[in-house]
């Protein structure tokens, strides 16, 4: 088998010449930072690793306290990958999150997720910037007081019934079933049935992508080093770009299945099918955009609909 690479450059070439690169992109951003204001006080980093060294394993909360009661209100500390800012008063956290929120107030950055992964667009892990404001808009209504007893009542009470009656047959499951009970009235809520018309299960599709999401947050060398996502999928130690290229896969084939069944639901003769999340949203954006005007614009809308509604599940 010919060898995929020229013949003067070989596997360790690549290998070297990549660590390389790191290191300089590493070495540009550190200048770059060193130039700008001062940090708040902290620790003194490590080269390379930063003070990943001082970073609490468990008891999170008393080990903040104390980087506070030596450094002070605000403590700076620097990862491989990030910069951390601990704040340890009420008075630093109101003027920086509430008096200055437009300026401080984000999400974290995950590489892996976010960036590899490339599920930066979802409510739960997108910035505040206007994909959020317009999925934000398209969950506020729904579920708002007023719409919620208008809409989800019945749905609600029936959830309720059902949970009451399994618990009173099986006490000692009343933990399993309150999971199951939630699943199903979220899942109801969202798409308006349990299942499709293939019998494919609305509620293991989502707990599929909350899965996926999971093992994405757990932590990846690229989210210490994100220059990593730049190299080739082949080399050693790039799994996590495979993984996140079928996991990618997963999730494309996942949305177009949620999305097709709403189509399908908005022609429905079932009140829980055309009351769902989903159908009610397509309807409006369907009567906004109308036919054939501004398709592009319409498929934006209708992909963040869709993406907004495994809100439900994520519970973020």
């Not at 969950?139 to 007081?145: E, M, T, W, Y």
Request: net charge positive.
């Amino acid at each position: 088998m010919s060898n995929p690479l020229p013949v003067s450059l070989s596997l360790t070439h690549v290998v070297f010449g990549s660590i390389t690169l790191l290191f300089l992109l590493m070495y540009r951003r550190r200048g770059t930072t060193a130039q700008s204001l001062p940090y708040p006080p902290g620790p003194r980093p490590f080269p390379i690793l930063g003070n990943i060294l001082e970073m609490p394993q468990s008891k999170f909360a008393i080990a903040y306290t104390r980087l506070g009661e030596k450094y002070g209100p605000l403590t700076w500390l620097t990862i491989p990958g990030q910069n951390i800012l601990v704040v340890n008063s009420y008075e630093a956290a109101k003027e920086l999150l509430e008096k200055r929120a437009v300026t401080f107030a984000d999400r974290p950055r995950f590489t892996m997720l976010n960036e590899v992964l490339g599920l930066s667009d979802y409510f739960a892990f997108t910035g505040y910037n206007n994909n959020w404001r317009k999925q934000r808009a398209y969950l506020k209504v729904p579920l708002s007081a007023p719409v919620v007893k208008r809409d989800y009542s019945a749905l609600l009470e029936v959830k309720a019934q059902e949970y009451l009656e399994r618990c009173f047959v099986r006490p000692e499951n009343f933990l399993a079933e309150l999971n199951r009970t939630v699943a199903e009235t979220t899942t109801k809520l969202t798409y308006g049935r349990l299942e499709d018309r293939r019998g494919r299960d609305y509620i293991q599709l989502s707990y599929r992508v909350v899965d996926i999401f999971v093992i994405a947050l757990q932590g990846y060398v690229v989210d210490l080093l994100p220059a990593l996502q730049y190299l080739p999928s082949w080399l050693p130690g790039m799994r996590f770009k495979r993984d996140a290229a079928t996991w990618r896969k997963e999730i494309n084939d996942l949305e177009e299945i949620f999305f097709e069944s709403a189509k399908e639901n908005m022609l429905s003769d079932e009140p829980e099918a055309r009351l769902s999340y989903m159908s009610k949203g397509l309807e409006g954006i369907h009567q906004k955009y109308g036919e054939g005007t501004d398709v592009q614009q319409r498929s934006a809308d209708e992909m963040a609909l869709a993406r907004s509604g495994l809100q439900f599940f994520t519970g973020k």
